[in-house]
């Protein structure tokens, strides 16, 4: 038996990994000058919550194929519920033998057994203050991993922003690594308080002090040549209407020791590039651009890409002019020294919360005729920005053109923005009578009637406020801040291809911009001390907080209301698009549509997806509500399988080999669903 360690990316070198393949060869002849072999999968990782250090969401598994996918059958369930697991939004990883994610708003991590489902370890943070204000406890995500002295470490951010070191096998606090934190019940080693790092005063038990700012995490760490790179999430921007807080530094720690290496300045200071993008001295008071979404890497290029979202308060900027770097942005940093290689700003000014939700999907691709590093990011706006992840340069044409300015008194936008001439966008962008409700005559008319009332237009019309001198209830932007592409709908990657699938929905925003004065009484601003004066804050508008709702009970678009693209990164070409899932009967069956065939209209849900070698499978439901699974051929779009599943699933999901055996976990909520061929391991069966 030999172990491969299997890198994706066409251009990798194999004992560089993200993921490992263990195979079996059977030699068919001991004396034969020609042999044969078969290979049989016993083992493939899941070792990054992307699967990879490119956030591929790939596996070389193969054992599910087109011919069994149909047999599929639950093996375990995994409850969360002593853990208050309930977001579902945490992706385990599979290493060695053993599973590994965190649950619940304390962010255990939990050991599992691979085969069984059953706890094998669990640790829990002690409790503090800094804990408890969190307001992205539940939002894991995953676990991080590195092999320190021949040992296996898992590595977590916790929401009080304290960096955790631990045994793999046993769950005990790694020791040698960091400092002892001088609050009770917490381990003599294997933890870093990270708010000693971010250079503000703050208490060991109660964090920063609110009317400085505030900061958590909600995404692991990533470590990248012994080098623990760590993201980071402030309250959310959507009920913020003061306008101070502390920026989401990015930090960096030695995987051995947790020493403190170095510390990326999201918001430039005197000296440093991007310093002129604050006007009017924002930078000195203004924070968030926290990079939130999970990170990706490439080791051989020593570089670690960050993903970040927009400034304090989402949709009001007039209290800091300029473009506002690095906000709403991806950042290639030299892991090793912190020093920025390059950027690209994806929104200049970002009132539209239009922050960067996912990790960018790194694939070696055909380029001009070569083959080079690809980097891919999917935003929210329904753009694929794509570069040579080495140099940051566009694979094509980046155009900044004009958009709409604001109505906003105060606000200055920016007299253009970055929109890509390939890939093609992936989903619908503004609202106008190309892209709305065409069944019939009259639900058309009635959804023009509808939006009579609010100012609408191109994806970059920006937010209203409520006294306006137009009439109008506020502003449609679309997409909107929900998506194209969000946190439940990460892109998958093949790394043999140069294919990048998307998930992504047809949605609009509206936010009605009010005084922050008015602002606070609705809602919970503790940071910072200055609302902005006229207009601040913001209210979601109209019947349950959502907007105008189209005609009937149905969009206002035309379908699919979800789907998946498929795009080829070697020419920037897309291949082919399909519905998420199936109608669903409350639109099949609507009064105003009865002898109408609308088609596929997808469920109007982003879809959970991972890519294996055979195929790409997605999670969604049947037209009657029921989960399921779909197999999809790659190039085509063609389904190839369909099967129901006990549980619906969110945010993403995972696979791997173990034993022999082919596993897909799906996170169903506040528990972990297996599938495999073969069900429950029989009574008295081994475990992991």
């Not at 400092?179 to 038990?205: C, I, N, Q, R, S």
């Not at 935003?379 to 709409?404: D, M």
């Not at 606070?520 to 601003?525: K, P, Q, S």
């Not at 601040?536 to 907007?547: H, K, L, P, R, S």
């Amino acid at each position: 038996m030999t172990k491969l360690r299997v890198e994706s990316g066409l251009a990798r070198q194999p004992a560089k990994n993200s993921w490992r393949s263990l195979t079996k060869t059977l030699a068919l002849g001991l004396l034969l000058t020609a042999t044969a072999s078969v290979q049989a999968q016993e083992e493939v990782e899941w070792v990054h919550l992307g699967g990879d250090f490119d956030h591929t969401r790939y596996s070389p598994a193969t054992n599910i194929t087109e011919s069994n996918f149909g047999e599929l059958k639950e093996a375990w369930v995994w409850d969360g519920a002593s853990f208050d697991a309930q977001s579902g939004r945490a992706t385990p990883s599979f290493i060695d033998g053993l599973l590994y994610t965190v649950a619940g708003p304390r962010r255990h991590v939990v050991a599992i057994d691979p085969v069984t489902g059953e706890t094998v370890w669990s640790y829990r943070e002690p409790n503090t203050f800094r804990y408890e204000y969190s307001m992205r406890a539940d939002y894991g995500k995953g676990v991080a991993y590195n092999v320190v002295d021949g040992k296996g470490v898992i590595y977590i951010s916790t929401p009080a922003f304290f960096l955790v070191a631990l045994d793999a096998k046993t769950g005990a606090p790694l020791e040698g690594f960091g400092k002892k934190v001088p609050v009770e019940g917490f381990p003599e080693t294997g933890v870093v308080d990270m708010l000693a790092d971010l250079g503000h005063d703050y208490d060991p038990f109660y964090g920063i002090p609110k009317e400085t700012g505030y900061i958590t995490t909600s995404s692991p760490p990533i470590v990248v040549n012994d080098v623990i790179v760590v993201g980071n999430s402030a309250e959310q921007g959507y009920n913020q209407s003061r306008i101070e807080n502390v920026p989401g530094d990015i930090l960096a720690y030695d995987s051995k020791t947790g020493e403190f290496l170095w510390k990326f300045n999201v918001i430039p200071q005197p000296g440093e590039f991007g310093h002129d993008t604050w006007e009017n001295d924002a930078w000195q008071y203004t924070g968030d651009v926290s990079s939130w979404a999970p990170m990706s890497a490439d080791p051989e290029l020593g570089l670690v890409y960050i993903p970040t979202n927009g400034a304090t308060i989402d949709f009001y900027g007039g209290f800091r002019p300029g473009d506002n770097l690095f906000g709403t942005s991806l950042i290639a940093l030299d892991v090793k020294t912190g020093e920025r290689k390059w950027h690209f700003q994806m929104v200049h000014h970002d009132i539209w919360n239009y922050d960067t939700p996912t990790a960018p999907v790194l694939l070696d691709v055909m380029h001009d005729g070569q083959k080079i590093p690809a980097i891919a990011q999917v935003t929210k706006q329904a753009f694929t920005y794509a570069f040579n992840r080495e140099t940051g340069e566009p694979l094509w044409p980046i155009e900044e053109r004009p958009v709409p300015q604001s109505h906003v008194p105060g606000e200055m936008l920016s007299a253009t923005q970055p929109f890509p001439t390939k890939p093609a966008p992936f989903d619908r962008q503004g609202l106008n009578d190309e892209n709305m409700i065409d069944f019939t005559p009259e639900l058309r008319a009635q959804a023009l009637e509808i939006l009579s009332e609010w100012e609408y237009g191109p994806m970059f019309t920006p937010p209203l406020h409520r006294d306006n001198d137009m009439g109008k209830r506020g502003a449609l932007w679309c997409p909107g801040d929900v998506g194209g592409v969000n946190i439940s709908g990460p892109a998958a990657g093949d790394p043999e291809t140069g294919i990048l699938y998307v998930t992504s929905l047809s949605g609009c925003t509206t936010r009605q911009i009010v005084p922050g004065e008015e602002a606070d009484l609705r809602y919970m601003t503790d940071s910072g001390t200055t609302t902005t004066g006229t207009t601040t804050a913001q209210y979601a508008v109209g019947a349950g907080g959502g907007g105008p709702r189209g005609p009937s009970g149905l969009s206002l678009f035309k379908p699919p209301y979800s789907r998946i693209t498929a795009i080829d990164l070697n020419t920037g070409d897309h291949l082919w698009m399909i519905p998420v899932g199936e109608t669903p009967d409350r639109i099949k069956n609507n009064p105003a549509l009865a002898g109408i065939d609308i088609g596929n209209t997808g469920t109007g849900a982003h879809a959970p997806m991972t890519v294996t070698k055979n195929m790409l499978i997605y999670a969604s439901q049947a037209s009657d509500g029921t989960p399921h699974l779909f197999a999809v051929d790659k190039a085509t779009g063609r389904q190839i399988g369909k099967v129901q599943v006990p549980a619906n699933s969110r945010y993403g999901m995972m696979t791997y080999v173990h034993k022999g055996e082919q596993y897909i976990i799906l996170q169903t909520g506040s528990t972990l669903t297996a599938m495999n061929l073969h069900g429950p391991v029989s009574s008295g069966a081994g475990g992991h």
